[in-house]
């Protein structure tokens, strides 16, 4: 599984940013798939999830409301459009995959390289 990330950038607070993710290998329309973020040393931090055989979305709270997670399983990519963006949201943003069945709710196995948004006022 190859995770490619795009779409990062400097903008300035309140605007929008689209990222995408291009998935290649073994991904198909069951795995699990989300976005998380990190910003420095600090510990990554899980932004946004969309479930493969369910469809289940979910969000983090500091997000929720200004961040759509979607997807296209025709074209396998996962996609993050971010809004009214603030300065904490600033970070790097990794793509994230898994097969289906894992039960633990951040356990992902598979990563992207990531890509930068910064964010200034």
């Known amino acids: 599984v190859r995770l490619i990330e795009s779409g990062g950038g400097s903008v300035q607070a309140g605007a929008s940013l689209r990222l995408s993710c291009a998935a290649s290998g073994d991904v198909d329309s069951t795995y699990d798939l989300a976005w998380f973020r990190q910003v420095g040393g600090k510990d990554r931090e899980y932004v946004s999830a969309?479930?493969?055989?369910?469809?289940?979305?979910g969000y983090a709270p500091s997000v929720r409301g200004r961040f759509t997670i979607s997807r296209d399983n025709a074209k396998n990519m996962l996609y993050l459009q971010m809004n009214s963006l603030k300065s904490e949201d600033a970070a790097v943003y990794y793509c994230?995959?898994?097969?289906?069945?894992?039960?633990?709710?951040?356990?992902?196995?598979?990563w992207g390289q990531g890509t930068q948004v910064t964010v200034y006022s």
């Open positions: 969309i479930r493969g055989i369910e469809g289940y979305i």
């Open positions: 994230a995959a898994r097969g289906p069945g894992v039960a633990r709710a951040y356990d992902y196995h598979y």
